[in-house]
T-cell receptor, first 112, second 116 residues
Framework: GDSVTQMEGPVTLSEEAFLTINCTYT??????LFWYVQYPGEGLQLLLK?????DKGSNKGFEATYRKETTSFHLEKGSVQVSDSAVYFC???????????FGKGTTLSVSS | DAGVIQSPRHEVTEMGQEVTLRCKPI?????LFWYRQTMMRGLELLIY????????DSGMPEDRFSAKMPNASFSTLKIQPSEPRDSAVYFC??????????????FGEGSRLTVL
């Protein structure tokens, strides 16, 4: 079945460091791909998305490129801030009208 | 605009008691999802509805769990009887389903359930 695998955390970085969180997926067809972020005590919020191969999603300095050849959607940010500390979830949607399938989440902790 | 509204935010109950979690989706959304989040298993889809009709309930753990969506603006997730292993954060999410959009999910703030 469809699945998402993301790197296990926690990821601990200093402010202004470069961030990469790896995400790979298994799916038939052409899924849409998402990154969601969860701040402490809150629900998940959409961070960025990409709907077809080679699309790049970007938001708040984060970006991820939909790579069909490597079935990957790695999240990157050039310079993290303390306020980026949160749990990040990679997800896919196999087709319209179906549910999102989430990875297990990666906790990011940024210190000043 | 109001987002997805869940209640209660926190629930502490004793094993064997009935628990009912409630969700009001965003007005106009026609898909509703219930997820469960635990440290061990991450985010698991329990069930989802399209136009108030259950589409996939394969994630519902067992017969103790049931979910209903009597109308477009309300859904419940019921656990009867509850067990300590049901302790988790339960999230409701809604989206506008359609072939012309990617169906971003909007999540509520979750209901944290503790079963003693």
């Amino acid at each position: 079945g469809d699945s998402v695998t993301q790197m296990e955390g926690p990821v601990t970085l200093s402010e202004e460091a470069f961030l990469t969180i790896n995400c790979t997926y298994t799916a038939t067809g052409y899924p849409s791909l998402f990154w969601y972020v969860q701040y402490p005590g809150e629900g998940l919020q959409l961070l960025l998305k990409a709907t077809k191969a080679d699309d790049k999603g970007s938001n708040k300095g984060f970006e991820a490129t939909y790579r069909k050849e490597t079935t990957s959607f790695h999240l990157e940010k050039g310079s993290v801030q303390v306020s980026d500390s949160a749990v990040y979830f990679c997800a896919l949607r196999a087709q319209a009208g179906t549910a999102l399938i989430f990875g297990k989440g990666t906790t990011l902790s940024v210190s000043s | 605009d109001a987002g997805v509204i869940q209640s209660p935010r926190h629930e502490v109950t004793e094993m064997g008691q009935e628990v009912t979690l409630r969700c009001k989706p965003i007005s106009g959304h026609n898909s509703l999802f219930w997820y469960r989040q635990t440290m061990m298993r991450g985010l698991e889809l329990l069930i989802y509805f399209n136009n108030n009709v259950p589409i996939d309930d394969s994630g519902m753990p067992e017969d103790r769990f049931s979910a209903k969506m009597p109308n477009a603006s309300f859904s419940t997730l019921k656990i009867q009887p509850s067990e300590p292993r049901d302790s988790a954060v339960y999230f409701c999410a809604s989206s506008l389903a359609g072939t012309t959009n990617t169906g971003e999910l909007f999540f509520g703030e979750g209901s944290r359930l503790t079963v003693l």
